[in-house]
């Protein structure tokens, strides 16, 4: 030992200028340094509106301009006002149910186009992406004029409202879940299935007890983009709905237009972003156990 | 045996028919007709709808949409870039909540999003009454609500999210070895990123800004909000049309936009074949 | 005396979160030039990590690694006399082979390049030469401005692509995208990748893992023959002990972050230092024995003349008898007398097993004695290997090289 570290004193130490190269490594720090504070900043960027949002939760002046005294009046009073309350409830009903049906549908077509032709594939993944791709006004105004002419069957003439809007929203989720769940049955063993059904499964056991466990997170990201988008969407909506039948993105836009935008509106949307960030940090911590248990298991 | 599942996607493709093709139809079809509505007992074969582009309130809201989302899309690139990369870079590898992060704004109504951002582009607005009560100051912020820089802003904080997950996406499928490749082989750090592993994440870039760049291109509440009426974009111009039931132009310059959107199409098609940029 | 080239001394290392757990476990080993050297051992045994310690992707948590008469621990992979083949050959998919090749040189500063190609005077040289070919009066010809320098050295670098995929013989698959390319090309732009930087040391990890039996018996020469024909040091990586056997000139086997042993092939594969090694390299037998006194061993009950071990007298040792170094003889002349239990057909030869009192040993031969039936065995004095026997903690390198000697 003793022997080594006296042989080592004699060992120049390479420097990188002696092989053409200059050392950055202190810009490169100041440059780690300004870039994450620009990364911070563009976060902050994203959040500025949903940090005023709750701040003017938190007003008492229905004025949306000026800041008056700190009230926590809105949060206990959010639904005092029928007509918010309606289209609130309209946004739920609406999303949810956009939301379990496309997931479901979503993932049965994922698992179709998993198992059909490389051709089959191709051509439903380009037209899977017109309605992700497509601008929100000519979706909205291209499910109108279908549903506008099918308005024209007799019977139908009542048919704007909410099964419109219910078909628009699933329309747009179900590329999400199927972006979301195909990837996970890719990375499937492409002979469990065959394992399954070799071992006696019908195929409806097979693909209940053995691909949906395998590919369970790909359908949770789906249905959790799914119901992103539906309860975010203002534009579809707009143009798919009728007879009276208001979604709260819908509410807001008129409510913007005659000036009425009151803080509860902002209290109910304070607390659902918070309220799903505590939901979406739950299931992370709760994912994040189960991979740690299946990771030792490997 | 495998085709039995095969067939569950059927119904999926009639139903993409249904909503996706048969409506770009109906548009061509009344692109050349006249009526009010979807009066289709007084409809007229007619040429005049064309005409509408040359009319400088279309040219002016064209070129707004053009240029504004192409400039929305150059600042997102740059932006959602640095934020990909650094997320990549870092030791915070839960794919899963970099998502939340970014996806938890949309959980706000877009148009309350929109309204609270025009809130501060006023001179006085929430925030600096709300710092004048505390500080007993007398703070005012530049008026910037119904400036090109308002809508800008206002598309970029919207949308760079749907940039930074597609680049996030194709960094993470840059295989480790293949960077110390590039180091091993004497590129710097900095020369491996520009010509390396800015290449090998150019499908991100373009996926991402197609995400970026047709919302831009087509939205109409963000201009209307932000921009209170001095900026007019093509969606504006859409609303409109289609609320006072005039379809027939409306269609012609949806058509225009749908045409954009599929070039779009295919263009991610081609660099993604499998959609995995996407999300 | 051979140059050392590199030299890693007392090199661990080991990750944060299980700091007592040492992937690599005070390594030190000296590495000449031009030679051929093959770290050798099963997967997690430390050899990939010990090669990338040497190509600076991973920073050594002690110890010094040493090139060319430097330290170079804190000298990032760019600046390393030192390329390397990767396992998955990682190479560019967005350029096509030549860009794949060229991408090195090509973005090394000019200054690098000119003394890469031989220096300023060489350069202007055949600056002045072209101009000649091309009928410019000699005394015209003016200085070689720096545009021309700079174009000069593209050309070289083109023709250096052009060579090293030559080498590689891959000539005429310049412009294939590598998405076209076999498994066994996409190898060959990988070496023609690293060699043409001219390293003084190439690394290869596993390189040869993904191909297919005979595509790799292949490389296997073709890569023995570049090394001589380069005239430098390759540092090659592999768990497949015949590999090793077929194309070092020494081989390091390791196991647990550990030297194990360090030698010629022949003198791993002939005197191995422990089980470990014996076990790895290639298939043997293994039993307890008694040293008697000089070049006497007893073992499975019978006393047997060896050669060249000493021992302390009455100390236990292990011996070590390859498959292939038995002879079968008739039961009267034998020295040792079991019972077959298997017998199958390996092709050239038969591989017997067959139980002498409680032990089973393996023999290589041409008979075929049918299962049951008696076996006689022999074996000459110089067949016989004898070890230490192997104690709790694993023998450290210094031992081992201190065996061979």
């Given at each position: 030992?003793?022997?080594?570290?006296?042989?080592?004193?004699?060992?120049?130490?390479?420097?990188l200028?002696?092989?053409?190269y200059r050392d950055y490594h202190v810009l490169a720090k100041i440059w780690k340094v300004v870039s994450t504070i620009l990364v911070v900043v563009i976060?902050?960027?994203?959040?500025?509106?949903?940090?005023?949002?709750?701040?003017?939760?938190?007003?008492?002046?229905?004025?949306?301009?000026?800041?008056?005294?700190?009230?926590?009046?809105?949060?206990?009073?959010?639904?005092?006002?029928?007509?918010?309350?309606?289209?609130?409830?309209?946004?739920?009903?609406?999303?949810?149910?956009?939301?379990?049906?496309?997931?479901?549908?979503?993932?049965?077509?994922?698992?179709?186009?998993?198992?059909?032709?490389?051709?089959?594939?191709?051509?439903?993944?380009?037209?899977?992406?017109?309605?992700?791709?497509?601008?929100?006004?000519?979706?909205?105004?291209?499910?109108?004029?279908?549903?506008?002419?099918?308005?024209?069957?007799?019977?139908?003439?009542?048919?704007?409202?909410?099964?419109?809007?219910?078909?628009?929203?699933?329309?747009?989720?179900?590329?999400?879940?199927?972006?979301?769940?195909?990837?996970?049955?890719?990375?499937?063993?492409?002979?469990?299935?065959?394992?399954?059904?070799?071992?006696?499964?019908?195929?409806?056991?097979?693909?209940?007890?053995?691909?949906?466990?395998?590919?369970?997170?790909?359908?949770?990201?789906?249905?959790?983009?799914?119901?992103?988008?539906?309860?975010?969407?203002?534009?579809?909506?707009?143009?798919?709905?009728?007879?009276?039948?208001?979604?709260?993105?819908?509410?807001?836009?008129?409510?913007?237009?005659?000036?009425?935008?009151?803080?509860?509106?902002?209290?109910?949307?304070?607390?659902?972003?918070?309220?799903?960030?505590?939901?979406?940090?739950?299931?992370?911590?709760?994912?994040?156990?189960?991979?740690?248990?299946?990771?030792?298991?490997? | 045996?495998?085709?039995?599942?095969?067939?569950?996607?059927?119904?999926?493709?009639?139903?993409?028919?249904?909503?996706?093709?048969?409506?770009?139809?109906?548009?061509?079809?009344?692109?050349?007709?006249?009526?009010?509505?979807?009066?289709?007992?007084?409809?007229?074969?007619?040429?005049?709808?064309?005409?509408?582009?040359?009319?400088?309130?279309?040219?002016?809201?064209?070129?707004?949409?053009?240029?504004?989302?192409?400039?929305?899309?150059?600042?997102?690139?740059v932006?959602?870039?640095l934020v990909?990369y650094k997320?990549?870079r870092s030791?915070?590898?839960?794919?899963?909540?970099?998502?939340?992060?970014?996806?938890?704004?949309?959980?706000?109504?877009?148009?309350?999003?929109?309204?609270?951002?025009?809130?501060?582009?006023?001179?006085?607005?929430?925030?600096?009454?709300?710092?004048?009560?505390?500080?007993?100051?007398?703070?005012?912020?530049?008026?910037?609500?119904?400036?090109?820089?308002?809508?800008?802003?206002?598309?970029?904080?919207?949308?760079?999210?749907?940039?930074?997950?597609?680049?996030?996406?194709?960094?993470?499928?840059?295989?480790?070895?293949?960077?110390?490749?590039?180091?091993?082989?004497?590129?710097t750090e900095m020369q491996k990123f520009w010509?390396?592993?800015?290449?090998?994440?150019?499908?991100?870039?373009?996926?991402?800004?197609?995400?970026?760049?047709?919302?831009?291109?087509?939205?109409?509440?963000?201009?209307?909000?932000?921009?209170?009426?001095?900026?007019?974009?093509?969606?504006?111009?859409?609303?409109?049309?289609?609320?006072?039931?005039?379809?027939?132009?409306?269609?012609?310059?949806?058509?225009?936009?749908?045409?954009?959107?599929?070039?779009?199409?295919?263009?991610?098609?081609?660099?993604?074949?499998?959609?995995?940029?996407?999300? | 005396?051979?140059?050392?080239?590199?030299?890693?001394?007392?090199?661990?290392?080991?990750?944060?979160?299980?700091?007592?757990?040492?992937?690599?476990?005070?390594?030190?080993?000296?590495?000449?030039?031009?030679?051929?050297?093959?770290?050798?051992?099963?997967?997690?045994?430390?050899?990939?990590?010990?090669?990338?310690?040497?190509?600076?992707?991973?920073?050594?948590?002690?110890?010094?690694?040493?090139?060319?008469?430097?330290?170079?621990?804190?000298?990032p992979?760019?600046?390393?006399?030192?390329?390397?083949?990767?396992?998955?050959?990682?190479?560019?998919?967005?350029?096509?082979?030549?860009?794949?090749?060229?991408?090195?040189?090509?973005?090394?500063?000019?200054?690098?390049?000119?003394?890469?190609?031989?220096?300023?005077?060489?350069?202007?040289?055949?600056?002045?030469?072209?101009?000649?070919?091309?009928?410019?009066?000699?005394?015209?010809?003016?200085?070689?401005?720096?545009?021309?320098?700079?174009?000069?050295?593209?050309?070289?670098?083109?023709?250096?692509?052009?060579?090293?995929?030559?080498?590689?013989?891959?000539?005429?698959?310049?412009?294939?995208?590598?998405?076209?390319?076999?498994?066994?090309?996409?190898?060959?732009?990988?070496?023609?990748?690293?060699?043409?930087?001219?390293?003084?040391?190439?690394?290869?990890?596993?390189?040869?893992?993904?191909?297919?039996?005979?595509?790799?018996?292949?490389?296997?020469?073709?890569?023995?023959?570049?090394?001589?024909?380069?005239?430098?040091?390759?540092?090659?990586?592999?768990?497949?002990?015949?590999?090793?056997?077929?194309?070092?000139?020494?081989?390091?086997?390791?196991?647990?972050?550990?030297?194990?042993?360090?030698?010629?092939?022949?003198?791993?594969?002939?005197?191995?230092?422990?089980?470990?090694?014996?076990?790895?390299?290639?298939?043997?037998?293994?039993?307890?024995?008694?040293?008697?006194?000089?070049?006497?061993?007893?073992?499975?009950?019978?006393?047997?003349?060896?050669?060249?071990?000493?021992?302390?007298?009455?100390?236990?040792?292990?011996?070590?008898?390859?498959?292939?170094?038995?002879?079968?003889?008739?039961?009267?002349?034998?020295?040792?007398?079991?019972?077959?239990?298997?017998?199958?057909?390996?092709?050239?030869?038969?591989?017997?097993?067959?139980?002498?009192?409680?032990?089973?040993?393996?023999?290589?031969?041409?008979?075929?004695?049918?299962?049951?039936?008696?076996?006689?065995?022999?074996?000459?004095?110089?067949?016989?290997?004898?070890?230490?026997?192997?104690?709790?903690?694993?023998?450290?390198?210094?031992?081992?090289?201190?065996?061979?000697?």
């Open positions: 030992m003793e022997n080594n570290v006296q042989n080592l004193n004699d060992v120049p130490v390479a420097k200028s002696d092989y053409g976060i902050f960027m994203i959040y500025l509106s949903i940090l005023i949002i709750a701040l003017q939760s938190f007003n008492s002046s229905s004025d949306v301009l000026s800041f008056n005294k700190f009230t926590t009046y809105w949060y206990t009073h959010m639904f005092d006002e029928p007509s918010f309350a309606t289209p609130v409830r309209n946004t739920f009903i609406i999303s949810v149910a956009a939301t379990l049906i496309s997931t479901l549908v979503g993932t049965l077509v994922a698992v179709g186009i998993h198992y059909s032709t490389k051709r089959f594939h191709q051509k439903i993944m380009l037209l899977n992406n017109i309605p992700l791709l497509n601008a929100d006004i000519v979706t909205g105004i291209s499910i109108m004029l279908i549903f506008s002419l099918v308005m024209k069957i007799p019977g139908l003439e009542y048919i704007f409202g909410f099964p419109t809007m219910l078909v628009a929203h699933m329309y747009f989720c179900l590329p999400y879940v199927i972006l979301n769940v195909l990837p996970k049955l890719k990375e499937l063993d492409s002979n469990m299935m065959d394992a399954a059904l070799d071992l006696g499964l019908k195929p409806i056991r097979a693909l209940i007890k053995v691909i949906v466990p395998s590919i369970v997170s790909g359908i949770l990201a789906g249905l959790i983009f799914a119901f992103t988008m539906s309860f975010d969407d203002f534009v579809i909506s707009y143009y798919t709905t009728g007879n009276g039948f208001n979604n709260l993105s819908i509410w807001v836009y008129s409510s913007i237009g005659r000036k009425g935008l009151r803080p509860y509106v902002h209290s109910f949307s304070t607390l659902v972003t918070f309220g799903s960030m505590v939901i979406l940090l739950a299931i992370n911590f709760f994912m994040g156990k189960k991979g740690v248990k299946n990771g030792k298991k490997h | 045996m495998n085709n039995k599942f095969g067939r569950l996607a059927k119904p999926y493709i009639i139903w993409l028919y249904i909503f996706a093709v048969a409506p770009a139809i109906v548009m061509s079809f009344l692109i050349f007709t006249d009526m009010e509505g979807l009066d289709l007992a007084n409809l007229k074969m007619t040429l005049d709808n064309f005409s509408q582009l040359g009319e400088k309130s279309t040219l002016i809201a064209f070129k707004n949409s053009f240029l504004l989302s192409v400039i929305t899309t150059a600042i997102s690139i932006l959602g870039y990909a997320l990549f030791n915070f590898k839960n794919k899963f909540l970099i998502l939340v992060i970014l996806i938890l704004p949309m959980w706000s109504n877009i148009l309350l999003r929109t309204e609270a951002l025009a809130n501060i582009m006023e001179s006085n607005n929430i925030v600096t009454t709300f710092l004048n009560k505390i500080f007993n100051s007398n703070i005012t912020f530049p008026q910037l609500r119904g400036t090109y820089f308002s809508v800008v802003f206002g598309l970029v904080v919207t949308y760079v999210p749907f940039m930074i997950m597609p680049i996030y996406n194709s960094l993470e499928k840059i295989d480790r070895s293949v960077e110390e490749a590039a180091l091993d082989l004497g590129l010509k390396v592993i800015l290449p090998m994440s150019s499908k991100g870039i373009i996926t991402g800004s197609i995400m970026v760049f047709l919302p831009s291109l087509s939205g109409f509440a963000i201009p209307k909000i932000l921009g209170s009426g001095n900026i007019v974009m093509i969606g504006n111009v859409i609303e409109e049309l289609f609320n006072n039931m005039n379809y027939n132009i409306g269609s012609l310059l949806a058509m225009i936009i749908l045409v954009v959107i599929l070039f779009s199409i295919t263009i991610v098609n081609k660099v993604d074949k499998e959609g995995e940029m996407l999300l | 005396m051979k140059k050392v080239i590199i030299e890693l001394k007392n090199v661990s290392l080991s990750y944060d979160d299980e700091p007592d757990v040492p992937i690599v476990d005070n390594i030190s080993l000296q590495i000449y030039e031009n030679e051929f050297i093959t770290l050798l051992g099963p997967s997690g045994c430390g050899k990939t990590t010990t090669l990338r310690i040497i190509a600076g992707f991973q920073k050594p948590t002690q110890g010094q690694v040493i090139i060319d008469g430097k330290i170079f621990n804190d000298i992979p760019y600046a390393r006399p030192i390329n390397t083949v990767f396992q998955r050959y990682a190479l560019f998919p967005h350029l096509n082979v030549l860009g794949n090749v060229k991408i090195g040189l090509k973005n090394r500063p000019t200054s690098y390049l000119i003394d890469f190609f031989g220096g300023r005077d060489k350069i202007e040289e055949l600056i002045k030469q072209d101009k000649i070919n091309k009928g410019v009066a000699e005394d015209k010809i003016k200085k070689a401005s720096y545009f021309e320098i700079n174009k000069k050295v593209n050309q070289l670098i083109d023709e250096a692509a052009y060579n090293a995929l030559k080498l590689v013989k891959l000539d005429g698959f310049e412009n294939r995208k590598i998405e076209q390319m076999s498994g066994g090309q996409q190898q060959r732009v990988a070496i023609a990748r690293a060699i043409i930087n001219r390293p003084k040391i190439l690394l290869l990890d596993e390189p040869l893992a993904a191909l297919d039996l005979k595509l790799r018996q292949n490389m296997q020469y073709e890569l023995k023959e570049m090394q001589r024909a380069l005239g430098i040091t390759f540092i090659f990586v592999t768990h497949d002990q015949e590999e090793a056997m077929t194309m070092s000139d020494r081989i390091v086997v390791m196991n647990n972050g550990i030297i194990q042993q360090l030698g010629t092939p022949e003198d791993i594969y002939n005197e191995p230092v422990n089980g470990f090694v014996a076990n790895f390299i290639g298939e043997t037998n293994i039993m307890r024995g008694k040293y008697l006194y000089e070049n006497h061993i007893s073992f499975l009950g019978a006393e047997f003349d060896c050669l060249g071990y000493k021992f302390e007298d009455g100390e236990d040792v292990d011996v070590v008898i390859r498959p292939e170094d038995w002879d079968v003889v008739p039961l009267e002349n034998a020295k040792l007398i079991g019972e077959v239990t298997s017998c199958i057909f390996k092709g050239v030869h038969y591989e017997i097993c067959a139980m002498f009192g409680e032990q089973e040993i393996m023999i290589h031969a041409y008979e075929t004695p049918k299962v049951g039936d008696k076996i006689g065995l022999k074996v000459d004095p110089y067949e016989i290997h004898l070890m230490k026997v192997a104690r709790e903690e694993p023998v450290s390198d210094q031992e081992g090289q201190d065996n061979l000697e």
